[in-house]
């Protein structure tokens, strides 16, 4: 059976920076698309990066893109999502996923979910 266990989220001040990691066990995940997903309160869940099996390509939701890097590590195990320059908005439950589909940005194409780490940016 498939986990993931999310770590790294946190309390953070605007314009700081914070790294959250997701690592899998029971099965190795190399021949997956990854994503990165997030939910605020009151919001639906969302797409905030994916990452192909290779990690040679990557994707981004346009409110992210160049502060967020997606990167993975398939000999631990594990992926990451670096965070830079955060603001306010950024503030959700940040979710990693597998996607058995390749690199996608839809929700419903992830069958795996971790239980979501909180990241909280505020002053």
């Known amino acids: 059976q498939l986990q993931f266990v999310e770590s790294g989220g946190g309390l953070v001040q605007p314009g700081g920076s914070l790294r959250v990691s997701c690592a899998a066990s029971g099965r190795t995940f190399s021949t997956y698309g990854l994503g990165w997903f997030r939910q605020a309160p009151g919001k639906e869940r969302e797409f905030v990066a994916g990452i192909s099996a290779s990690g040679i390509t990557t994707y981004y939701t346009d409110s992210v893109r160049g502060r967020f890097t997606i990167t993975r590590d398939n000999a631990k195990n594990t992926v990451y999502l670096q965070m830079n320059s955060l603001k306010p908005e950024d503030t959700a439950v940040y979710y990693c996923?597998?996607?058995?589909?390749?690199?996608?940005?839809?929700?419903?194409?992830?069958?795996?979910w971790g239980q979501g780490t909180q990241v909280t940016v505020s002053s």
């Open positions: 996923a597998r996607s058995p589909l390749g690199l996608r940005v839809g929700r419903f194409d992830y069958d795996y």
